[in-house]
C-alpha cells in the first residue's frame, strides 16, 4: 500500500503561516483526486482541502480565504499553503489520494504519521 509521507508541520503563532507538504510514492497520482485532513484532539478527522488531477480544488469553509491546496504531478506532491493561523487550527495534518468517494469518506486503508501543526495565541 501506498503511504503519503506529510512535512511541514511546527509551531507557530496565530496570524502566521505554514507550508505543508505530502510526498505520495507510486503510480497513478497525476490521475486522482489528492486531499488534505486534519485530526484534533478528541475530534474526528475532517477534511480540509482537495485538488483535482485537472487543478480544481475545493475547501471546508474554516479555512477558505485561508489555506490554499496545489499539487506538483511531477513530484508526486501536494501542498498546503496555511496563511493567517488561528489556534483552531492546531492539529494533525494528514494528506491521501484516491477516488473523489475515497477522498470524500476519508476510507483509506492507510494513512501516514500526518505532521503536527500547533497555532499558540
Known amino acids: 500500500q501506498v503511504v503519503p509521507v506529510e512535512s511541514g508541520g511546527g509551531l507557530v503563532q496565530a496570524g502566521g503561516s505554514l507550508r505543508l507538504s505530502c510526498a505520495v510514492s507510486g503510480r497513478g497520482f497525476s490521475a486522482n483526486v489528492a486531499g488534505w485532513y486534519r485530526q484534533a484532539p478528541g475530534k474526528q478527522r475532517e477534511l480540509v482541502a482537495t485538488i483535482t488531477s485537472g487543478g480544481p480544488t475545493t475547501y471546508a469553509g474554516s479555512v477558505k480565504g485561508r489555506f490554499t491546496i496545489s499539487r506538483d504531478n511531477a513530484k508526486n506532491t501536494v501542498y498546503l499553503q496555511m496563511n493567517s493561523l488561528k489556534p483552531e487550527d492546531t492539529a494533525v495534518y494528514y494528506c491521501?489520494?484516491?477516488?473523489?468517494?475515497?477522498?470524500?469518506?476519508?476510507?483509506?486503508?492507510?494513512w501516514g504519521q500526518g505532521t503536527q501543526v500547533t497555532v499558540s495565541s
Open positions: 491521501n489520494q484516491g477516488p473523489i468517494r475515497t477522498i470524500l469518506r476519508g476510507d483509506f486503508g492507510s
